[in-house]
């Protein structure tokens, strides 16, 4: 009888860790190195950078205007505010599709692709500069 109980207790052992074992395995995966964090950090602010050259140089369209002219520093962006109903889409749209639509008619040029690494750049500093504020899709 004693023998049966020690061998259950093995057996509940064994479940147990290894239970714990799945549970520690992903969570280890979570921890970064230093070295990895500064390595995103620099690639994330190169592309920040990139985009605030996009934003301001006024060479995305073809009357020479830049985003910076109207949103300077990207104010008047909401970026926290989509996705949300645009009266000029007349839909909800993405953040992106209304970035085109100011391509298209304040700077007179062409439709961005969504993965078009200058409209992911123009994302990333416009999020940037709005860092911190509180996310409120569908706001107007
Ligand atoms: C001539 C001025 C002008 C220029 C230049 C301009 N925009 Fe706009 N932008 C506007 C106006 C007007 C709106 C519409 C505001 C509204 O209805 O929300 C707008 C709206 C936006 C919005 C949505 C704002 C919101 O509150 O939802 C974003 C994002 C945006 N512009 C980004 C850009 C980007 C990126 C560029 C350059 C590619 C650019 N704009 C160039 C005038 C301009």
């Known amino acids: 009888m004693k023998r049966i109980k020690q061998q259950c207790f093995g057996v509940i052992m064994l479940v147990i860790v290894t239970l714990l074992g799945w549970g520690v395995a992903p969570a280890m995966a979570d921890e970064f190195t230093q070295e990895d964090l500064n390595r995103w950090e620099s690639e994330y602010m190169s592309v920040v950078k990139q985009g605030r050259k996009v934003f301001t140089d006024g060479k995305l ?3 020479g205007v830049a985003c910076a002219q109207c949103h300077p520093n990207a104010s008047n962006t909401h970026p926290e ?4 109903f645009q009266k000029q889409l007349g839909k909800v749209v993405a953040i992106w599709e209304m970035i085109n639509w100011c ?3 304040p700077l007179e040029g062409k439709n961005l692709a969504a993965d078009d690494p200058r409209m992911v750049a123009m994302q990333a500093y416009i999020l940037h500069e ?3 504020v509180k996310l409120q899709p569908g706001k107007h």
């Open 61 to 63: 369209g073809t009357n």
């Open 81 to 84: 505010t989509y996705p949300k």
């Open 103 to 105: 391509i298209r008619n």
């Open 130 to 132: 709005r860092r911190g």
